[in-house]
């Protein structure tokens, strides 16, 4: 992913505060566009703003029956993927709000039908009731006693808004959960291999660290410059600490602890010799950008190559990513979730008239596939790649796979 994360910070604080602010059709268009110039990027913004988003949608939105409500989310989830389809989180967070709301409705349905039949169609007479003495059931309209003055619509609203805030808690606990379990796979004395800018892995292992400190021992750390497009991020993350988003702090840039401060050996190398250092080092601790279910995994580039040459030199390989991450979908043709950047940063044309007939490219991801991951590390639990599909099974609805 970019570098630039402070400037996609404030995009995405900006975006929250006007959120509520401004008619719900201006707040997509606006996360649309924003979508589109990459000024909010990279998985953990992207689900914070799409949470957001949903929330003002079903709170606004006037409905009459369930079905109302999962079509108007379908059709704000098409507009979105379609804006940025490299962002597989987009999608994510929409699916499994659409699950959410089946999961909202459904026991609703049974309480006000006292079975779990299928409703019919509602009659013409019940139709033309006020709007008071109807409720929203399946795909059509019952009267059920309202003894506390809420309607059935303005109940699923508050329900699902309730379980949106708590997909919004799960996207801001999620890198602190992943750090507890540094305990369990990092040891004393480890070599630890890293490329990349990521928040997840700067506290798993700066909570490695800590509790190593505290046990005099220290961890060794080798991270890859990522060039070029992260290379200046890396160091100023090695030196001063990658930037923490706060969500209830959008006035001051707040850093985590530097990892050289932390009692952290940091030795930093080019891309190149990753195969060189590569039998010096224990573990091999990767960021993921996406997870699909089949196990493989969208990370920093240069990800692959650092895969491969673990595998070769028998090196356990762990990628760190929460489960918000992870996608129901399969990663047929690769290119689809592959993005590129500015050739410029790689080679500089103005420099040698030779380099017009030159091919070249620049790819800002990388995909890990599943059998070069020993372990997927998420915010609950550790898994081995071939248990995703399963894990992605209890997170997603059948239905909801493909509403496109």
Known sequence: MPANTTAVSQDLFHYLKRCDAVPVQTSIDS????????RIQGARSCAIATVK????VVTTLDFSTTEELLNRIKDVGKYLIAAQTKEAVVGNIVRRALGLIREVTEPLHEDFNGSGSNVSKASEKELQAPSEQRNTVGHGLQSAPDNHSVSFAQQVKDDVVDGLAEM????DAADAQIAEYSQEQLHSDEVVLTCGVSLSVQKFLLKAAKRGSAKGQRITLIQTETAPNEKHAVH???LNGAIRS?????TQEVRLKALVESGIRVVTIADSSVFAIMPRVTKV???AQTIFCDGSSISSPGSKGIAQAAKFHKVPVFMLGAIYKLSPLYPFVVEDYVQFGDVGK??????DTLLDDLGSANPLCDIVPGQMIDLIISNIGCHAPSFMGRIASDHYRQADLDFS
């Open 53 to 56: 988003l949903l929330q003002r």
């Open 236 to 238: 100023d993350v090695v």
């Open 246 to 250: 706060d969500l209830h702090n959008t």
């Open 285 to 287: 601790v990767l960021p």
């Open 31 to 38: 996360f649309v566009t924003l979508l589109k110039q990459r």
């Open 346 to 351: 790689s080679l500089d044309y103005r420099e």
């Open 168 to 171: 919004l808690d799960e996207v």
